[in-house]
């Protein structure tokens, strides 16, 4: 279901939501499904969405034949709520032969596609995460012959969490507790190809870049290939380390609100990029490790250039001083995403 918030109706939509939808409900504090870290980083007050998307209508693909649900103007704040990542084959009482039943053909239920108008090829789409929620659950498993190291693991294994809004820690096992720091792990816009491609591996429209600092606070830049960019996301985890080892995060349906934006003219990019206050970053896919942690490094260094206006070699010395490679996704084989992230304050005076 799709929700237009206008002024002059305000009141009657109020009680609509309040009756109907229950996603319309007042937003909690934006520390609600964070860390206190990634609450910090958000606004105080975070923006009221213009419009709330809900899951009643999610796709499992990336095309640009898939019609929008929902169309917006720049600068328009949406409320996104996203499904976990085997839409609903797994649940808070599933056993191991729900596990190893799963159709893997269902995975990533998308929330999406939203048009952005005005947005054409070349463009870069913006999209700022103002709060992320986790829901009331959520789970982590290991698949036979999944995961980087799938020929060590022939055993399936499965475990739930109990999740609350506003909940910080998870338990893990006794002693272990595990910081929620929620994001998409899949988030893109559609490709410049009526094929149906599979939302598995990651690509240079985004996809299931498995990224976990895409999260409170954070912009990701889109470079945008069709008219309307198509906006989707969905296989939200509430906590992930670097890499994804086993497969999965901690896979959990979410509240989303996020600022979409479009940057015209200027800087392309071939693959997305992101910011915060404190870094800038930027993606690479590949099939090894060490082509996409090298492409990384070229786009870190166009970066430098073209912002700062060092020459290349300058930027090749800065980024080997100071900006970090990180392993961001290495479970779909053969295909990895690797980040490089680089502070801001080293461009500003001291």
């Known amino acids: 279901m799709l929700t237009k918030i206008g002024s002059r109706l305000w009141p009657a939509i109020v009680v609509f939501a309040f009756l109907l939808v229950p996603a319309c409900s007042p937003p ?3 520390s609600a499904g964070t860390t206190a870290k990634a609450a910090q980083s958000a606004p105080e007050s975070p923006p ?5 998307l809900d899951t009643s209508n999610t796709h499992n693909r990336f095309s640009s034949t898939i019609p929008p649900t929902l169309t917006v103007a720049p600068g328009a704040v949406v409320e ?12 808070p009482d599933s056993s191991l032969e729900d596990l190893l039943d799963l159709e893997f053909d269902l995975i990533h239920p998308l929330t999406g596609p939203i048009y952005v108008e005005g947005a ?3 463009d870069v789409l913006t999209v700022t995460f103002h709060e992320i929620e986790v829901k009331n659950w959520g789970w982590t498993a290991i698949s036979p012959g999944f995961g980087f190291l ?10 739930t969490f109990e999740l609350q809004p506003g909940q910080e ?3 893990f096992a006794e002693g272990v507790s595990i910081p929620l720091r929620p994001f998409p792990g899949v988030i893109g816009v559609a490709p410049a190809t009526e094929e149906l491609l599979s939302t598995i591996p990651p690509r240079a429209n985004g996809g299931n870049m498995d990224n976990r600092y895409l999260t409170v606070g954070t912009t990701v830049h889109l470079p945008v290939f069709v008219e309307g960019a198509l906006l989707s996301l969905g296989d939200t985890h509430a906590a992930q380390g670097d890499g994804e080892v086993c497969g999965t995060g901690l896979e959990a349906p979410m509240r989303i609100v996020l600022e979409i934006g479009l940057r015209k003219g200027g800087r392309e990019i071939e693959e997305p990029q992101y910011e915060t206050a404190e870094y800038y970053a930027v993606t690479a896919f590949a099939e090894s490790i060490d082509e996409a942690a090298k492409k990384a490094t070229r786009y870190m260094l166009d970066y ?3 912002e700062h206006n060092l020459s290349r070699p300058d930027a090749y010395a ?4 100071a900006a970090d490679l990180k392993i961001s996704e290495v479970v779909d084989m053969p295909h990895v995403l690797v980040s490089m992230h680089i502070p801001k304050d080293l461009f500003e005076a001291h």
């Open 150 to 159: 799938a020929d060590e693991f022939a055993e399936p294994w499965l475990r």
């Open 48 to 52: 009221e969405p213009d419009y709330i």
């Open 120 to 122: 054409e090829p070349g």
């Open 80 to 91: 996104v709520h996203t499904k976990e990542a085997t839409d609903g084959q797994i649940g």
């Open 28 to 30: 909690p504090p934006p």
């Open 304 to 306: 430098l250039v073209a």
């Open 169 to 171: 820690w998870v338990r």
């Open 318 to 321: 800065l980024a080997s001083l």
